[in-house]
């Protein structure tokens, strides 16, 4: 089967640093994507890695190994409004189409 | 502004009715997709359409149905089949199933049967 995992729950100061991680197991793997959702909104996209290696994007980035099927986000001098979940979805082929496979997603309590 | 739009955000549902979830979106994306959310879980995929007057189904399309009669449109029906429906709905679209490129969300449609 088609599986993610990621902490359900992770908690850092403001002004740190943090990394969530995320494990899957998919065959069809093309990408690896992740998306922000604050409580009640609508997930938005943060970063699409589709090779190994870190993508940086401003205080946000991203890394994928695909040898270890293993990809992390990592954010940089936390502010309050970082505050939200964070999931990571692996890109893959299935029938005839490209489809997104979520994980369950990571709830990011940011403490003063 | 271009943008993806979820009508209504709240909507509650008696035992038995079917009920109807609508998605228009302005960004001339071929792709789109519903979604269930339940609480601490992730996106689970219902059906999609790559192209109109063309959809699959997604992973619970059971007690769902859809329609992709323009482009711009992609509405959901719940059923009565569907034993629970209380959730999160989620609109997405895409530019299409070639190079990767991002989804965009609506802000969501919440369920409730009452």
């Known amino acids: 089967g088609q599986s993610l995992e990621q902490p359900s729950e992770v908690t850092a100061v403001e002004g740190a640093i943090v990394q969530i991680n995320c494990t899957y197991q998919?065959?069809?793997?093309?990408?690896l994507s992740w998306y922000q959702q604050h409580d009640g909104g609508a997930p938005t996209f943060l970063s699409y890695?589709?090779l190994d290696g870190l993508e940086e994007t401003g205080r946000f980035s991203s890394f994928l190994s695909r040898s270890d099927s293993y990809g992390y986000l990592l954010l940089q001098e936390l502010q309050m409004k970082d505050s939200a979940s964070y999931f990571c979805a692996v890109r893959v082929f299935r029938g005839s189409n490209y489809q997104l496979i979520w994980g369950a997603g990571t709830k990011l309590i940011i403490k003063p | 502004d271009g943008g993806i739009t979820q009508s209504p955000k709240y909507l509650f549902r008696k035992e038995g009715q079917n009920v109807t979830l609508s998605c228009e979106q302005n960004?001339?994306?071929?792709?789109m997709y519903w979604y269930r959310q339940d609480p601490g879980q992730g996106l689970r995929l219902i059906y999609y359409?790559?192209?109109?007057?063309?959809?699959q189904k997604g992973d619970i399309a059971e007690g769902y149905s859809v329609s992709r009669e323009k482009k711009e449109s992609f509405p959901l029906t719940v059923t009565s089949a569907q034993k629970n429906p209380t959730a999160f709905y989620l609109c997405?679209?895409?530019?299409?199933?070639?190079?990767?490129?991002?989804?965009?969300f609506g802000q969501g449609t919440r369920l409730t049967v009452v």
């Open positions: 998919t065959s069809g793997f093309y990408g």
């Open positions: 960004l001339n994306h071929d792709a």
């Open positions: 997405a679209s895409s530019k299409g199933s070639g190079e990767y490129t991002e989804a965009f």
């Open positions: 890695n589709a």
């Open positions: 359409s790559q192209i109109v007057n063309d959809f």
